[in-house]
């Protein structure tokens, strides 16, 4: 099984862009709090309408939870030397702090409705883990 579940806050806007065939991708940088003093970020790549919507209603400081799958980008360049490479492919995301009062999951490439909400369960839940002071940047 190929599975990663994160929850963290977005260090900058997302990247949205085009492909030459007008397929959309979005990427994005996530400070994931593991302790007081350790911080992982994690580039996370999104494709299609997920990539527009994340492109979209999500800026720096936003807290998101993500789950998807891992890439292995092995290669090698022309001088021979060997290159590992891992990519993190979101395809699932909760915003957990948009806009006061909208969370919503967005799942794959499937039509998304604006007013979708989560139990406010699931929020408060989050929100204990990770504090605004414990992240390294400001919001």
Request: proline share 3%; hydrophobic share 30%.
């Amino acid at each position: 099984m190929n599975n990663y579940v994160v929850l963290g806050r977005l260090t900058k806007n997302p990247d949205l862009r085009y492909t030459k065939d007008n397929k959309a991708v979005t990427t994005v940088n996530v400070a994931i709090n593991n302790s007081k003093d350790d911080t992982t970020f994690l580039p996370i790549t999104f494709f299609g309408k997920t990539a527009e919507t994340v492109g979209k209603y999500t800026k720096k400081g936003n807290m998101i939870a993500v789950s998807g799958t891992i890439k292995n980008n092995n290669w090698e360049d022309k001088d021979g030397n060997k290159h590992y490479d891992y990519q993190f492919i979101g395809n699932n995301i909760t915003f957990l702090s948009t806009k006061k009062g909208q969370e919503t999951t967005i799942q794959g490439n499937e039509k998304q409705k604006k007013d979708e909400k989560l139990p406010n369960e699931v929020f408060q839940e989050f929100s204990e883990i990770i504090e605004e002071t414990d992240i390294p940047f400001e919001v």
